[in-house]
Every structure is written in structure tokens, then in C-alpha cells.
């Protein structure tokens, strides 16, 4: 027997996006379930970036959706670019009178997930999406199997994506599960926590000979930084000894302080967008509908930026059955993806060595770097896309 829930709003995925997009159509009295194939303890401590735009702190915060943002997230109001045995600092506050927060994404998670369950919200974990029926009618349902493998059908007034960049209901929306623009790189990050007080206060992104480094924070006694790498790299097959001696060398002229690594994971680098975002009563957000590599800390607030417009646009259709903000969601979508695109790509080619590069690729990539740095026009461009563009819809 299948089990059948009636609902406004189907979401996939218990990430980032679906949650907080869950938790803002709540607020304006539309209901939604929420699944997702995880369990909650996966979805809390699977470790991911922690760059959060002013932006998106706003919205977490003003919306209610995390209040441990403000009080246990770093503000930066800057950025070190390292080439060349010096650093250079991007002053963020300076340049566009803004400033980014240091708050890892499963924290984040935490609060979202922790604010749905207290309100009562239909949030099932362990559920798993297999296909997404029906986007051009106005039933559009979700055919999934419950924790327990029984059937499960959802069937509502529309039905979201939010389900990763290994999307289930991308095939509904793109009419391929894959389809789309996409770029792979020729390297990988090698990212590592170690137990040692931090090396600086902001981020350093640093290009150098060896490759690129990032040096980022945790905690007072907890880092995050990582390496270029081989994309097939095997973790476990370079001791802490050489991992220290790798970033050392790669932040030359800046001295880490080290201590020992706990946990070592290798981040595969992609760009990727879907042909499609909407068919009918179906939308794509997030990595569903977008991945971006690191470098940019674009990732969550791209998703987040998809939320405010399809929240806007579904609180039209389905409180005022108007049409028009969800027939533009896609342009208006792709506007911002495509910035965000292009600037995580920009920041990946400009300070990361290919395994081809030349002697005169190397060069003109520290000229970019200089053009950049010592201009106050470059310094502020890398300001306005790092701190994030205006919000549309807000
Ligand atoms: C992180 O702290 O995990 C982090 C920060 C900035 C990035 C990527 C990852 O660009």
C-alpha cells in the first residue's frame, strides 16, 4: 500500500536550501514536508564550507532561521591574496562597506533543522526521492520510499529540488538527470581541521609555485585549510609531516601554526549549471541547479539567493494565483548564477597552478594578481562579489 500526503509545497532535500525555503513559506502560512535521504546526524556533521554573505546573514537572522549566526559566527571584514612572498588584504569594509561571516553550513543546518522541528513542520529524514511526476499539471507529486522502504507518494500544488548537485528531480525539470553547462577542473582541494589556535584572523588565499593553500578557521582551537591537489589523491597517503610542510611552503613568507590533523577529505572541483530550472509546477535550487567550485565561497549563497526569489514567487502563485514572478524565477535566477559562475571560476583560475602551466602562465597569473591587489577598481570588484551582490526580491 502506498502511503499518499497531500501538501502545498513538496520539497527534496533538507540542505541549505530546501529548509530555509520550507521555513520562509511557512512564515507566510504555506505548508510544505520536507524529505530528504539522509539521516539528521549525516546532514549535521557532514563538514562544509562556512562562508556566509551579509546577505545571507541577514536572512537567517531577520527571518528567524538561525540566531546563533550573529552570536557564534565570525564577522571578516577582509581577505588576505597571497603571491609572491606577500600578502595583500582586501578590505572589505573599506571597499563596499560590507563584510562576509565565518559560520560553517552544518551549523547553520543545525539551527534550520532544530526551528522546523519546533515548529512543528513535516520534515522526514531517511526518506529517499525517486522520481519527481506529473511537473506539467497542476498535481505534481513526489514518488519516494519511506524510512522503513514502503512506498511513499507526495502529491501537491508544486514541487522543489533541493535535493544536491546528484539531483532526483533534475530529470523532471531538464529532462536528463545530468544535462547541463559544465566545466571539471584539472584539481581537486586536499581539506584538513587541525587542533591549533589560528594561524591569522581572516582567510588567506594564497597562489604559490607548489599550488594554491587556503588557510581558514573553526574555532579558538580548531582550523580548516586546505591544498590544491591531485583530484585522485588518496587522503590518507601524506602524513601530517608532510601536509605541514606543503602549506608552509604554499603561504611562504607567513607562518602557520601547526598541530595535529583530524580529519582529511579531498573536495572535487566543478562548475555546472542545469539546462533548465522550471518545467511547469517543478523548480530547481541549489546544487540542484548549480555547483560551484569553492574558491568563490559562492556555494551556499547562491542557493540562498535562489530561496528569496522562488519564495517570492510562490507566495504569488499560490496566495494571489499570479504567475509572473515564477514564469521570470529562471532569468532572473540565471542572472546571478551566471555572476556567481563566472567569479568562482575567476578566483579558481587566478590563483590555482594547472598541471600544464609554463613558465608564462605563471607569470601573467601573478601579473593578474598584481593588476588586482594594486588596484583600488580590482580590489573592489573582488570586494562587491565576494561580500555579494544586492539581493533581488528583498
Ligand atoms: C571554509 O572555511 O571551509 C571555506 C572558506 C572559504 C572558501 C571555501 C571554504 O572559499
Known sequence: MTDTVRTQVAIIGAGPAGLLLSHLLAKAGIESVVIDSRTRDEIEHTIRAGILEQGTVEILSESGASDRVRTVGNRHEGVELRFAGEGHRIDFEALVGRAVWLFPQHEALKDLIAVRLAEGQDLRFNVTAQRVEGAETDR?????????????????????????????????????????????????????????????????????????????????????????????????????????????????????????????????FRSFVAHELLRGRVALIGDAAHTVPPTGAKGMNLAVADVVLLNNALQALLLDDDSRLLEAFPETALKRIWKAQHFSWWMTSMLHVGPDATDFDRLRQVGELRSVVESEAGRRYLAEAYTGWPLEGR
Open 140 to 268: 505534481p507529486r513526489v514518488i519516494a520510499t519511506d524510512a522503513e522502504g514502503r512506498p511513499l507518494e507526495i502529491e501537491a500544488d508544486f514541487v522543489v529540488g533541493a535535493d544536491g548537485s546528484r539531483s532526483v528531480a533534475r530529470a523532471a525539470v531538464s529532462g536528463s538527470s545530468t544535462g547541463g553547462y559544465f566545466r571539471e577542473y584539472p584539481f581537486a582541494w586536499f581539506g584538513i581541521l587541525c587542533e591549533a589556535p589560528p594561524s591569522s584572523d581572516e582567510l588567506i588565499y594564497s597562489n604559490s609555485p607548489n599550488g594554491f593553500a587556503l588557510i581558514s578557521q573553526r574555532s579558538a582551537t580548531i582550523q580548516r585549510m586546505y591544498l590544491q591537489c591531485d583530484p585522485d589523491l588518496d587522503p590518507n597517503a601524506m602524513s601530517d609531516r608532510q601536509i605541514w610542510d606543503d602549506l608552509q611552503s604554499r603561504v611562504d613568507g607567513h607562518t602557520l601554526i601547526e598541530g595535529p590533523i583530524f580529519q582529511r577529505d579531498v573536495l572535487r
